[in-house]
């Protein structure tokens, strides 16, 4: 029995020490596998860094360099052999930066995450500068307990050199839009996204911050809503310029401004929108109205002229066929019946003598009308004088004329100008004012030339006189180079004053149609 409990007991040792056998054998030929895989793991990681279109740098926490991918070496043009350690690598890129260098990486053992760093300037082997952005994490231990790090790096120099010409740009652009006199902003999303000084000053804000972030369309007048809309979208959306165009804004103190605007499409901030220019055109669209109110008064103007020429060729003719025609008829008949008639010879001849000298003064009275003689051979005074005689005579209104001279010598230009308009003013008189007394008085000094007409009869409203007698007094003195001025009020009498600079009244002024000096005596 006890022999075959020993058989037993060796048996199962024996089946025991198999299987044991055959699970170390299994489990080492596992390790062997795992070994080789980690390995394998490992060269693949190897070449993986080594191969890496990316500068890649391991290193120790005691500076050894252990792997250096060729991706480093080539863009910086260093040697193995020249960089063993990270107090070479330093001492090469960043030369007397290496302190802080080196204090920078050392604190990266600090962490226990991957970091990224900011932007460093580097000096490769050329000697030319590059800008690296560099991205660490921690990558254990070595197996004498070493901490390790790994560090890759991104070259950015093409990008900042973009970046600083964009911010280049973009300062050069303020300055000029800043400096810019006529009003330029950006829209997107119709709203203000940048607005220069000179469009914060034409829409009337206080500063800029005021507008930024605001609706473009509340900024115009109501009416221009609808069509500000459309231009937007027409930008924003089609890209389109679509032409200058004219709107009114609306400031906050209530004050209207014409304005012309135009537009491109451009991409701000990663939006799309649109550089806007816009100029106020007010005193432009001014210019244009007043330039069409001359127009349009110098047709009228015109008008009336030819209407004046065509009654005064009627006076003349019939003047000359009523008048001075009947005078020599009469003359014609004496003579033919004193030729036929000869005892009658005397008392015709004497008749026809008679009808003659009456014909003298009508026609020297019809030339005095249309152009006095006067005016050419005596002056000024002596004409106005010899005028508000015969206005007197005609209208019976008391009409006197006070001269303060000092001799100057006027232009003919002036001296008519002058006579005109007195005659134009002494026949608005007589039609509309309702006057009794004209006073005229000429200031003809060395610094100053000056003609009033004062009267003291009803008076009107300048501003809504609109006669053509006016406005053609107004034409005629600003062509001679002077200045109108009306003063007047209902019920109170009416002043006009024609001013001409001494440099446009005298013979040496703006006149140059006629040389003869006419005296202002």
């Not at 290193?59 to 910086?76: C, K, P, R």
Request: charged share 25%; net charge negative; hydrophobic share 40%.
């Amino acid at each position: 029995m006890a022999t075959l409990a020993m058989l037993k007991g060796i048996a199962f040792v024996l089946f025991t020490a198999v299987i044991l056998y055959w699970k170390m054998t299994e489990t080492l030929v596992g390790l062997e596998t795992t070994r080789r895989d980690l390995a394998e793991v490992q060269e693949r990681f190897r070449r993986a860094i080594v191969d890496a279109p990316i500068p890649v740098i391991i290193f120790a926490e005691d500076g050894e360099i252990v792997l250096l991918n060729q991706t480093w070496l080539e863009s910086t043009g260093y040697s193995p052999e020249e960089l063993k350690s990270i107090s070479d690598w330093t001492e090469r890129a960043y030369g007397a930066r290496k302190a802080m260098a080196e204090e920078i990486i050392q604190n990266l053992f600090t962490m226990d995450q991957r970091i990224d760093e900011a932007d460093f300037e580097i000096r490769i082997r050329d000697g030319s500068v590059r800008i690296w952005s560099f991205s660490s994490a921690p990558l254990g231990h070595l197996n004498d307990g070493r901490r390790l790090m790994i560090s890759m790096a991104r070259d950015v120099t093409d990008r900042r050199q973009a970046e600083d010409a964009l911010r280049t740009s973009e300062e050069r652009f303020r300055m000029v839009v800043e400096s810019a006199p006529e009003g330029i902003f950006i829209q997107t999303q119709s709203k203000f996204a940048y607005v220069n000084s000179a469009a914060v000053k034409l829409f009337g804000a206080g500063e800029a911050n005021e507008m930024l972030g605001q609706d473009v369309i509340r900024w115009f007048h109501p009416s221009e809503h609808e069509s500000i809309r459309e231009r937007i979208a027409l930008i924003n959306q089609n890209r389109q310029t679509g032409g200058r165009i004219e709107r009114i804004i609306l400031r906050p103190d209530g004050r209207q401004i014409e304005t012309e605007i135009s537009a491109i499409p451009i991409e701000y901030s990663r939006e799309t929108g649109a550089l806007v220019f816009i100029r106020d055109i007010s005193d432009r669209k001014q210019a244009e109205y007043q330039l069409t109110e001359s127009s349009n008064r110098l047709r009228e103007l015109t008008r009336r002229l030819l209407s004046l020429q065509e009654a005064e060729r009627r006076n003349l003719a019939r003047e000359l066929h009523d008048q001075i025609g009947q005078g020599l008829t009469a003359i014609k008949m004496n003579l033919q019946t004193a030729q036929m008639r000869p005892e009658v010879l005397t008392p015709r001849l004497n008749d026809a003598k008679a009808l003659l000298d009456q014909t003298l003064d009508q026609v020297r009275s019809l030339s005095l009308d249309l152009r006095p003689s006067l005016l050419d051979d005596l002056g000024l005074v002596p004409a106005l004088n010899w005028y508000l005689e015969r206005f007197s005579e005609r209208t019976g209104i008391q009409a006197q004329l006070h001269s303060e001279s000092q001799g100057l010598a006027v232009s003919p230009l002036v001296a008519t100008t002058c006579f005109r308009t007195a005659q134009e003013a002494l026949t608005n008189v007589a039609r509309h004012a309702r006057a009794s007394r004209v006073t005229v008085r000429l200031n003809c000094q060395t610094d100053q030339f000056d003609l009033f007409i004062r009267d003291d009869g009803v008076g009107f409203d300048p501003d809504q006189a609109t006669g053509l007698g006016l406005i053609g007094m107004r034409e005629r003195v600003e062509d001679a180079g002077g200045v109108l001025q009306i003063q007047s009020k209902p019920h109170a009498g009416t002043e006009i004053r024609l001013s001409f600079p001494p440099a446009n009244a005298s013979l040496e002024g703006r006149d140059r149609h006629d040389k003869t000096p006419n005296s202002c005596r």
